[in-house]
């Protein structure tokens, strides 16, 4: 699997649908009454370009400290894999605050982690990359970041 790198760019250096897209976001999570086309509408993007990079762009605040992510993975239904997973959380420093696994389906579940970024947590793209290397972990996707 391949892994995924993190950049930190000046706005001016960062295509404007993208831009867009965090407009987009932003609109939405301030505006629960909006749909997701009128959140692109307003801001000037397809839905198409909105869900191709949502997932991909969110907005960098300096104080990383005490943020709440949320990953979402897919993972092999293997004894022990849950586990391993977490240790990579663990070895990172942060700390889990919320774990969803649903009941596997074909051998594979869904798991939903809610972690919490302290001051001595170490690089999350690294500990995002550990995960999407492990063995039996599929996919790992950042959704979410408070």
Do not use: C, W
Request: cysteine-free.
């Amino acid at each position: 699997m391949e892994s995924t790198n993190y950049y930190v760019v000046k706005k001016k250096a960062v295509p404007e649908v993208l831009l867009n897209v965090v407009e987009a976001k932003k609109l939405l999570e301030t505006s629960k009454a909006l749909t997701i086309q009128e959140a692109t509408d307003r801001v000037g993007i397809s839905r198409s370009s909105f869900y191709k990079y949502k997932d991909d762009i969110f907005e960098f605040h300096d104080n990383s400290q005490g943020t709440t992510i949320t990953l979402t993975l897919q993972i092999d239904d293997e004894p022990g894999l849950l586990s391993d997973v977490l240790k990579i959380i663990a070895k990172a420093d942060a700390n889990i605050l919320t774990i969803h696994q649903s009941i596997p389906i074909n051998g594979t579940a869904s798991l939903s982690l809610s972690i919490q970024i302290l001051e001595n947590t170490r690089d999350i793209s690294e500990m995002i990359n550990s995960l999407e290397e492990s063995n039996g972990v599929h996919s790992v996707k950042l959704i979410a970041k408070e």
